[in-house]
């Protein structure tokens, strides 16, 4: 039981020395996450102009074009917010709401001009 014990004592002893031995790793100053709080900021804002133009285009869709993928020189925010919401844009365009609207009212304006008009 004694041999056991001094095991113990030597294992803690061993996980104090790891604790307290120097990593080397060091936490980010303010800097940096002032620089990450920025890149947030502007990575949220591409996403929301990259949103807007898809909604746009499912409303209107002969008003509104589609956001395109960024150039391969763009920042990688703009690559990075283009990966959020890719996924988002219709597949094809005549799947809008926009396109389905105008052939509603196309429709209800053929039935329109077939009833009698009343004097």
Do not use: C
């Amino acid at each position: 039981m004694l041999n056991t014990l001094n095991e113990l004592q030597n294992t803690v002893e061993g996980y104090e020395k790891l604790v307290k031995k120097e990593t080397g790793i060091k936490a980010p100053t303010w800097m940096h996450w002032e620089q990450d709080a920025k890149d947030l900021n502007n990575l949220g804002q591409q996403g929301l102009n990259m949103a807007s133009k898809i909604v746009n285009h499912v409303i209107m869709p002969d008003l509104h074009a589609l956001p395109a993928e960024p150039a391969e020189n763009a920042s990688d925010i703009e690559k990075l917010a283009w990966e959020l919401i890719e996924d988002a844009i219709p597949k094809r365009p005549e799947e809008t709401w926009g396109k389905t609207a105008q052939e509603q009212l196309k429709a209800f304006t053929g039935v329109l001009k077939l009833l009698p008009t009343t004097q």
